[in-house]
């Protein structure tokens, strides 16, 4: 994700959500790289380098809001659980028992922190308690605990810790994997104005050295032992170097000369990569999707359903995919993506154009005109089509295909900023791609941008009203299992029958390496599995 700011005129909270969403998906979110990796015995890569796009914002858990950020915190401090191929796993939990409103964790014992203290469950607790504080401002505890408010108590006896939410919130054991909910040592809370260059956890990596804006050395702390069960036969390298290097093709080049280790790359150069044997691919779905949305603000074309559907039948997501992301994306059948529980393919394809019965369908709802520009009421179909110059030719694709269906459209495109500030600030758009990547696979992510009040109030940025959704999530976050699953795949489905969304494409980041090793990727697919890193042979 970009670390670029984005909080002009823009609201905290509606920052650090676009964060999450159009800065990680917009810019692929690529990884790091450093030196060339040496080799230690039995094959094993000793020194490591994994790429930073960008300079991370903050090593503070609960305050980072940046991808980079996220890939550094990995390797310094632990969680209560991880996630596996979309299941929730042990990590500084060994057992869990959930309900719609609690879970409660049984803890792992010996847990030590960087400087040898215990860990202990009334320390935990009070790292929870830190990031649920609204004085703490933390960018994504709404994602870690929902929004109704939340208590965290801890039993030393039973070694337990308990989270419980004051309303039904069914996505807490998946958000308390995610990295702003890593566990800060006594140390750190003692000082929590440090935690932004000082880490404090019980990781197995400590910060050795730091050049901000250039490289960072992490040392592996010996003794570790409480990894999460997301590697099976993963070792730590003695050391870990993320150095940024923010140009794609200054990146790709130095994976193939050996000299980065591991790197996710983007655009152009990823097709470079993969035609180059002297690296290896690993490639994975981020969560979510991009989608295409009209703004239904009063007085906008977007307000009608039968216009958001109409226009929407001149869209190819194919199309759209080999404009904006070189063909390298996955086409959508969903707003979720697989990668995410209660996943449901609500489309029975993904979306092709036909012109025609876009046009037919206009003129079904009142909009006249021929081959041209259609009206209505004397007015003519004109749309503000709001893009980014990172994903200019896939805007302007859409630009020609809703004027082949009879809009007058104007595309603006901009840098992510100002599209953010278009979207939840100005409101004045009636059409763009926004990608919805959360960092953690919690269903309940997508509300924070289809329901509540509308932009510049809330982060409802297209004025979405639509009482199935609602009525679907609310049942969802009280229930578990099956039924969890079952309640939000009517609520997608309640999306696209709605025409409020209309799903395009997964996201697909590309990771490659040089070095001998096997990793795998957490985060939504954003950053590298610190804890999964294996020799190619399975040492």
């Given at each position: ?63 980072a809001?940046?991808?980079y950020a ?7 401090y632990?969680?209560l ?6 299941k929730?796993v ?19 014992p010996?847990?030590t ?52 939410t004051?309303?039904?919130y ?91 280790g ?10 470079r ?8 691919r ?25 216009v ?19 063909g ?38 009142g ?73 953690a ?31 679907a999530a609310?049942?969802?976050l ?26 395009l ?13 096997r990793f ?15 020799t190619?042979?399975?040492?």
């Amino acid at each position: 994700m970009s670390e670029g700011r984005m909080r002009d005129k823009v609201n905290r909270r509606t920052a650090s959500m676009w964060c999450s969403g159009v800065c990680v998906a917009f810019l692929a979110l690529a990884g790091c790289g450093g030196q060339a990796a040496s080799g230690g015995a039995g094959g094993k890569v000793d020194d490591l380098s994994i790429r930073l796009e960008s300079d991370w914002d903050s090593l503070d858990p609960a305050r980072a809001q940046g991808t980079y950020a996220f890939q550094v915190i990995g390797s310094l401090y632990d969680r209560l659980v991880a996630i596996e191929n979309g299941k929730v796993v042990p990590y500084l939990a060994t057992s869990w028992k959930q309900a719609p409103d609690s879970v409660t964790f049984t803890l792992r014992p010996g847990v030590t922190c960087g400087d040898g203290q215990a860990l202990t469950p009334a320390a935990v607790a009070e790292s929870l308690k830190r990031l649920g504080d609204p004085k703490t401002k933390a960018p994504y505890a709404q994602l870690v605990f929902g929004s109704a408010g939340h208590t965290v108590t801890s039993d030393a006896t039973a070694n337990q810790v308990t989270v419980r939410t004051a309303k039904p919130y069914s996505d807490l054991l998946e958000g308390l994997a995610q990295p702003m909910a890593s566990i800060v040592c006594p140390a750190g809370l003692k000082a929590p104005d440090s935690l932004g260059a000082t880490p404090a956890g019980s990781g197995p990596y400590t910060l050795t050295k730091s050049v901000r804006g250039s490289q960072y050395t992490l040392t592996a702390r010996s003794g570790y032992g409480w990894g999460p069960q997301t590697g099976k036969a993963h070792y730590y390298p003695r050391k870990v170097t993320f150095r940024v290097v923010a140009n794609q093709s200054t990146a790709a080049n130095l994976l193939t000369t050996g000299q980065l280790g591991i790197g996710a790359i983007s655009g152009a150069d990823t097709r470079r990569l993969q035609s180059n044997t002297s690296v290896k691919r690993t490639s994975q779905l981020t969560n979510g999707s991009y989608f295409l949305v009209f703004n239904q603000a009063p007085g906008r074309p977007g307000a009608d359903p039968a216009v958001r559907r109409a226009l929407a039948r001149a869209v190819s997501a194919s199309s759209f995919n080999k404009a904006a992301m070189h063909g390298s994306s996955t086409e959508a059948r969903s707003v979720f993506s697989p990668m995410m529980p209660c996943y449901r393919a609500v489309l029975p394809g993904p979306m092709a154009a036909d012109v025609n019965a876009a046009r037919q369908a206009l003129t079904a709802a009142g909009w006249s005109g021929g081959s041209g520009t259609l009206s209505k009421a004397g007015k003519p179909l004109r749309l503000k089509l709001a893009g980014t110059n990172e994903m200019g030719p896939g805007f302007e694709y859409l630009q020609v295909a809703l004027r082949s269906a009879g809009a007058d459209v104007t595309l603006r495109n901009g840098d992510t900023k100002t599209l953010a500030e278009t979207l939840f600030g100005t409101g004045d758009w009636d059409a763009t791609v926004y990608p919805f990547t959360p960092p953690a696979p919690t269903p309940s992510a997508l509300s924070l941008f289809v329901t509540g009040p509308a932009a510049p109030n809330g982060t409802n940025f297209a004025a979405m009203d639509d009482p199935s959704y609602d009525a679907a999530a609310a049942k969802a976050l009280s229930a578990l299992g099956p039924q969890r699953c079952e309640a939000w795949g009517e609520a997608q489905q309640a999306l696209h029958d709605s025409a409020n969304v209309f799903p395009l494409v997964h996201l697909k980041t590309d990771w490659f390496s040089s070095v001998p090793v096997r990793f795998g990727l957490a985060d939504g697919a954003t950053t590298v599995d610190i804890h999964t890193i294996t020799t190619t042979a399975g040492s």
